[in-house]
């Protein structure tokens, strides 16, 4: 018997209608159980999500970052201990919310969850929320059909991602420039300049242009294609079509279709100090402390070879050589706190060995 309250429990909670918390707290003051088991009895179906700040195509690998937009849909019941503007570190577990859902039938509550993760809005940290609402999809799943080697042998199909569309783009060209909040600029003396923006989207960049027609009327030009857009009563439509919600936190725009698609505005003045390093550098994956360190300057070194190991999120993780090679570098040390992306063994260039 584990006697713990399990991470479970609002599920036990939705299909019996009974606080358990409340239950935990009144007997911890001496009071006896308010009900018998004969009493007890279950109603319906419920399913349970755990929303993680983790990579899952990286194989879940725990992640970190500051929520800059953290927000539940209405009539879904939602358990978090963190909000909009907090930040998942190393060094607790990168639980965000479980999100569960009650109905009649099974069907009728994975119908429920599979909409209330399309309308969970997370911005600020990579999270699993796209491989949950594609496994309450997977046909599988949906009939009950599942086994410990589900996810293994569906990975590839849970973590697909179609990318953004050009409505996607446009609308994040806009954002970027500030005018979805700007809708009552329409004036202009002659013709409304237009306006460029160059954004990225997974490393890819693309520019958009955007020709003002009137206030909250505009023209968006993304890859060749014209995206009309218009705002009305407050509520901005992509090609007559309601455009999804949208989060700014300095030059990362969030769209919120898909389970969330990120992107960057560009800075001109800004300079990718790691460009160029490739699979000669080990990186940190993941903010976290060095346990140890096994590469020394001149070794020889295989791919595959293990050079360090990262402590994140309770868990361990080795960090290997990405090709053959001679260490260079050493750049840490065991003990080391290391931010994500951090270099931490260098190889000779292959010119170099």
């Not at 279950?42 to 899952?56: C, K, M, Q």
């Not at 050009?166 to 300049?193: E, I, M, N, R, Y």
């Not at 190991?309 to 260490?327: I, N, P, Q, T, Y």
Request: with cysteine; hydrophobic share 45%; charged share 20%.
């Amino acid at each position: 018997m584990n006697t713990r309250l399990q991470v479970e429990h609002p599920v036990t909670e939705e299909i019996t209608g009974v606080d358990l918390v409340e239950w935990q707290l009144r007997v911890a003051s001496g009071e006896g159980l308010p009900k018998q088991q004969h009493e007890l009895s279950i109603n319906g179906h419920a399913f349970e999500a755990r929303l993680y700040a983790e990579d899952v195509p990286k194989g879940f690998l725990p992640a970190t970052g500051t929520l800059t937009h953290l927000q539940f849909p209405a009539g879904v019941r939602s358990d978090s201990g963190v909000r909009a503007g907090d930040t998942i570190s190393p060094f607790y577990d990168p639980m965000i919310a479980k999100i569960t859902v009650h109905a009649a039938t099974r069907a009728a509550a994975l119908q429920r969850m599979s909409s209330a993760l399309e309308h969970t809005q997370v911005a600020g940290s990579v999270t699993n929320l796209g491989f949950l609402g594609a496994l309450t999809r997977h046909a599988g799943f949906s009939k009950g059909d599942v086994d410990t080697g589900l996810i293994e042998r569906d990975l590839d199909a849970l973590t697909a991602e179609a990318g953004p569309c050009v409505q996607d783009k446009a609308l994040a060209a806009l954002a970027a420039l500030g005018l979805l909040d700007d809708v009552g600029s329409g004036f202009h003396l002659w013709t409304a300049p237009n306006r460029y923006v160059t954004l990225s989207f997974a490393d890819e960049a693309f520019d958009a242009i955007v020709k003002t027609r009137g206030a909250g009327d505009h023209v968006v030009i993304v890859d060749g294609t014209e995206v009309g857009a218009l705002c009305l009563n407050g509520q901005w439509e992509l090609d007559g079509d309601r455009a999804p919600a949208v989060a700014v936190a300095g030059n990362v725009i969030t769209v919120f279709a898909q389970a969330g698609l990120e992107f960057h505005a560009a800075d001109p003045l800004d300079v990718d100090a790691g460009a160029g390093m490739g699979a000669g550098v080990v990186e940190a994956p993941m903010p976290g402390l060095v346990k140890a360190v096994f590469a020394q300057v001149g070794q020889t070194v295989t791919q595959g070879d293990r050079l360090a190991v990262l402590e994140a999120m309770k868990m361990e993780h080795s960090l290997e050589a990405a090709r053959d090679g001679v260490v260079a570098e050493v750049l840490v040390s065991a003990g080391d706190q290391v931010e994500a992306g951090a270099p931490l063994v260098r190889l000779e260039e292959e010119d170099e060995a």
